[in-house]
């Protein structure tokens, strides 16, 4: 088997995987290596929203935030506070990396980054470059590494994290072309494969995302909160969320039954009132939250119905909801559309006038809104919980960080944004900590084992168990379904054979383990949720759960003198 030695591997090629080779570099690393099953996948430079968010520190204005305010809101009963406060104390110094590398975050004449006020926050801590903000971070962090020369092995999918008696020890891939086999020793490993997104059937995540969280979970890493997702209306013919301005521009939405019968289905459940009221509101608060069940994910509820009825759900633009009118709305949506200029006759005017470029994008997709319905479903977007790390996002095995979101740095309540900060602070994080404490590259990795796959055809079965976790265990889950879900999976598991390189569907059939590895930790995880709930961090190891109390907020050294000392101290450890 061919082998090649680094120092350090980053598995991934979205802003998470490419800041943490990024800040090696910039660090004085020059021994690592950048793999890639392809630098074009992923959810970094594929996905969006109407106006895609970045959380940060306040750098405008008069609203006096804090590392500490910030730190506060991030951290909840599910969240560790060393982690929100690393991710509030790094966010301005990430932001400002990105915007000197040329990501154009709006500022105001006086170069005060301005901001708006997300979902789960109280202030204006929110920017945007617009509906792919996430892109533009990619490439222009995509560019700084080629700029410093960082060795990238693309075409290769990593799938087995190898491990000797102090932790990590070295990688296995496949070559995505040849299926053939490769091994990377290395010392320390950065995952950065995004969430798991092959788990679901009905997803927003783009098609090349599946995520590979799995083989952390088969090395003995635990996870943390697994059970928390973000599940959101979005579009299905091109996958893209339908938040933001696509909701307070007040569309009208309606069902379609097999016969080709419209249903104005919303206004058969709610009063019209609130039917426009709980419309705008998914726009602040798109994902779906079981808090406002009798609120705005009403919404979401109503659909999930119409679907489990055989019909689709369409989002029209052309035409407006029923007993539409200003004079209809609450203070708070009348308000907002003065403010922008968005009081024309229909949906599609009013959108317009909100964010012109949330309709181009559509268009560039082969829909138009002007003319076409735009069919939705409620989709899982984005995964809260991950792998366990700690504040340097290293997880419960030494030498394996995981970044981004395959972290489970998240409880069930994230602000919007967060996320895209957390895959910068989290690299940035994993990068500084390894040229701390680096780790040797072992003499050589142990053998191992003759590798073994389920058996069957793989995408028929990912195909099954990705229908069967959206059926059961999405935003709406039922605890007989989970567990008949898990029998289904080991029955599948209790079938395999041996790994056969050159084999045409070898590809497949790795994801499909690493989706097996991942379901069922998330279904343990689920199912300890339905049947034991609580607050705390939901900590999974080996598919069994437990709740542990957050980590408080720490108490923190902020005499400048003391730190000035420490870090005089570390710079002249790490130079000798």
Partial sequence: MKEII??????????????????????????????????????????????????????????????????????????????????????????????????????????????????HDVRRRASSVGPLTSRYMTEALEKSVRARNVPVLEKALAFRILTDETGVCGLLCVNTQEHTLLRVRCGQVILATGGPAGVYLNRVYPESQFGMSGMAFAAGAAGANLHCWQYGLASTKFRWNVSGSYQQALPRYVSVDAQGVEHDFLPESLPISDVLRFTFLKGYQWPYDPRKAEGSS????????????????????????????????????????????????????????????????????????????????????????????????????????????????????RPGGTALNSTQVGSMRAAQRIREMPRPVPDACPETAALTLPAGDPRTLTAELQTMMSRHAAFMRDEAGIRAMLARIDAIESCRQPLAEGEVDLCDRIHLQDMITTQRQVLSAMLHDLTCPGEGVLETRNGVSRRRPARPIPERDLWFERVWRTEREKRKETTC
């Fill in 298 to 413: 009403k919404v979401d509820i109503l659909v999930k119905a119409e679907e489990d009825k055989g019909r689709r759900v369409y989002m029209d633009f052309r035409r407006n909801p029923t007993g539409f009118a200003l004079d209809a709305l609450d203070d708070e949506a009348r308000d907002y559309l003065l403010q922008c200029g968005a009081t024309q006759a229909t949906p599609i005017e009013r959108l317009r006038a909100i964010n012109a470029p949330a309709i181009d994008l559509y268009r560039a997709h082969g829909i138009d809104l002007e003319r076409d319905m735009l069919e939705v479903r409620v989709c899982a977007q984005h995964h809260n919980g991950g792998v366990m790390v700690d504040h340097h996002w290293q997880s419960t095995l030494p030498g394996l960080y995981v970044c981004g979101e395959a972290a489970g740095t998240f409880g069930q309540y």
């Fill in 6 to 119: 680094c120092r350090t591997a980053v598995v991934g090629s979205g802003c998470a995987g490419l800041n943490a080779a990024d800040w090696l570099a910039a660090l004085g690393e020059r021994d690592v290596l950048l793999i890639a099953e392809d630098m074009m996948y992923g959810t970094s430079r594929n996905t969006g929203s109407d106006k895609q968010t970045y959380y940060k520190l306040s750098l405008a204005g008069d609203e006096g935030d804090s590392v500490g305010d910030m730190a506060r809101t991030l951290k909840r009963e599910d969240v560790d506070g060393d982690i929100a406060l690393c991710e509030a104390a790094g966010s301005a110094r990430c932001f400002l990396k990105l915007a000197q590398l040329g990501v154009p975050f709006p500022c105001n004449d006086m170069g005060e980054f301005v901001g708006y006020q997300t979902d």
